[in-house]
């Protein structure tokens, strides 16, 4: 059974940092082409990172050169690195592949809150 645990969200202001964990079990992330998704108040998930298993990283225009993503194969854990945090980034992070893992297998997510 495959169980997603996300930590490290919290009030942030605006311009700071965070950084978030991903623990899987029942599937490893080096497998797969792993990512972050955000869903903002109202609006539909949406993916913000995500890293393949030769280790390349893709990033949207709205948080390119302010997010990194990794992977600890042995720890089975996924990170986002978040910088230069903008209100807009406020939102519920999950992990998980891309694209999601069929069956609606989703963590309870962490809530990133960036105030202004």
């Known amino acids: 059974q495959v169980q997603l645990v996300e930590s490290g969200g919290g009030l942030v202001q605006a311009g700071g940092s965070l950084r978030l964990s991903c623990t899987a079990s029942?599937?490893?992330?080096?497998?797969?082409?792993a990512g972050w998704y955000r869903q903002a108040p109202g609006k539909q998930r949406e993916l913000v990172a995500s890293?393949?298993?030769?280790?390349?990283?893709n990033f949207p225009d709205s948080v390119q050169g302010r997010f990194a993503i990794a992977r600890d194969n042995v720890k089975n854990t996924l990170y986002l690195q978040m910088s230069s945090l903008k209100p807009d980034d406020t939102g519920v992070y999950y992990c998980?592949?891309?694209?999601?893992?069929?069956?609606?297998?989703w963590g309870q997510g962490t809530q990133v809150t960036v105030s202004s």
């Open positions: 029942g599937m490893l992330f080096s497998l797969s082409v």
């Open positions: 890293i393949t298993r030769g280790g390349t990283t």
């Open positions: 998980n592949t891309v694209p999601p893992i069929p069956g609606g297998h």
